[in-house]
C-alpha cells in the first residue's frame, strides 16, 4: 500500500476541482482526477503532472452507479485505499431557475449531480475510507445554499433559483446527517464554500479565482484529528445554516 495520501477529487478536470487537486498534488499527495470526459481528464492530468503533481485519471461519471463502482474498484487494486474524498462535481441544472417558472427536469438535474452524485460517492467510496488512518470527506457546497444568508433581508445572489440553490441547502443538511452517523469514527466530514469564483458554472462572472475557492477545500481536505466535522466553512470561517 502506497505511503503517500491518497486522494479523489470529483469534476477536477478544470476550474475550482482542477485547483483543489493542483493544491494536493503539492502536497506530496497522490490525487485521482475525477472526470467524464477522457480527453479534458488526460489533459488535466498531464498539466498537473507537468507541475511536479503524482495525479492519476479516475474515469468517473458521479449521476452513474456503474462509473462510481468502476472507480473505487479502480482505486482499491491501485492503493487498497483512500484517504481524502473531495466531492467537488455539480452542476446549475439549467434555466430558468424562478420559482414560477422552473422545470421539474431543471430541479432534478442539480439535485441528481449536487446531491445524490455526491451521497452515491460518499457511499461507494467509504470502505475504501475507512481503511484509512485520517480519512476525510469535504463537499463543495454554496453560500447560496445557507438558509440563513438567502433569507436576509439585503440577499442578492444575482438571480432567484429553485433549483440549484436548494440543491445546495440540500446537501448541508445530508453533511449533517452524515457527521451525526459518523461520529462515532475517524471521519471528518465538511462542506466548503469556495465564494463567488469566475468558472463555466457561472458564464465566468465570479470575481474570485479557482486558486482562491480551492482555499477552504484544501484546508478542510488536511483537518488535524481534532478538527470539526459536520461543518460549513469558507475562508472567513463558519458559515451560517
Known amino acids: 500500500m502506497s505511503e503517500k495520501t491518497i486522494a479523489l477529487v470529483t469534476g477536477a478536470n478544470k476550474g475550482i476541482g482542477y485547483e483543489i487537486a493542483a493544491g494536493l ?6 490525487v485521482g482526477v475525477g472526470a467524464r470526459d477522457e480527453q479534458r481528464r488526460e489533459t488535466a492530468v498531464a498539466k498537473l503532472r507537468a507541475g511536479g503533481a503524482d ?3 479516475v474515469p468517473l461519471d458521479v449521476t452513474g452507479d456503474a462509473s462510481v463502482t468502476a472507480a473505487a474498484v479502480l482505486l482499491d487494486e ?5 484517504d481524502v474524498l473531495v466531492n467537488n462535481a455539480a452542476v446549475v441544472g439549467g434555466f430558468p431557475q424562478e420559482p414560477t417558472k422552473v422545470g421539474l427536469g431543471t430541479v432534478r438535474a ?8 455526491v451521497i452515491r460517492v460518499i457511499n461507494t467510496m467509504l470502505p475504501l475510507l475507512r481503511r484509512s488512518a485520517s480519512p476525510r470527506i469535504v463537499n463543495l ?6 438558509l440563513t444568508r438567502q433569507s436576509a433581508a439585503d440577499a442578492d445572489f444575482g438571480f432567484l433559483s429553485a433549483a440549484y440553490m436548494p440543491s445546495k441547502t440540500f446537501l448541508n443538511a ?16 465538511n462542506n466548503a464554500c469556495p465564494g463567488y469564483v469566475a468558472t463555466d458554472l457561472n458564464g465566468f ?14 484546508r478542510l481536505a488536511t483537518l488535524p484529528a481534532d478538527g470539526p466535522t459536520g461543518g460549513f466553512f469558507d475562508d472567513n470561517g463558519v458559515v451560517p445554516w
Do not use: C, H, M
Open 25 to 30: 498534488g503539492a502536497l506530496g499527495w497522490s
Open 205 to 218: 462572472r465570479g470575481v474570485r479565482t479557482p486558486e482562491q475557492g480551492a482555499v477552504t477545500a484544501i
Open 174 to 189: 445530508v453533511v449533517v446527517q452524515y457527521a451525526k452517523e459518523l461520529r462515532d469514527t475517524n471521519i471528518l466530514i
Open 78 to 82: 491501485r492503493f487498497g485505499r483512500l
Open 55 to 57: 495525479a492519476f485519471g
Open 110 to 117: 442539480a439535485v441528481e449531480t449536487n446531491v445524490y452524485g
Open 141 to 146: 457546497s454554496s453560500e447560496t445554499g445557507s
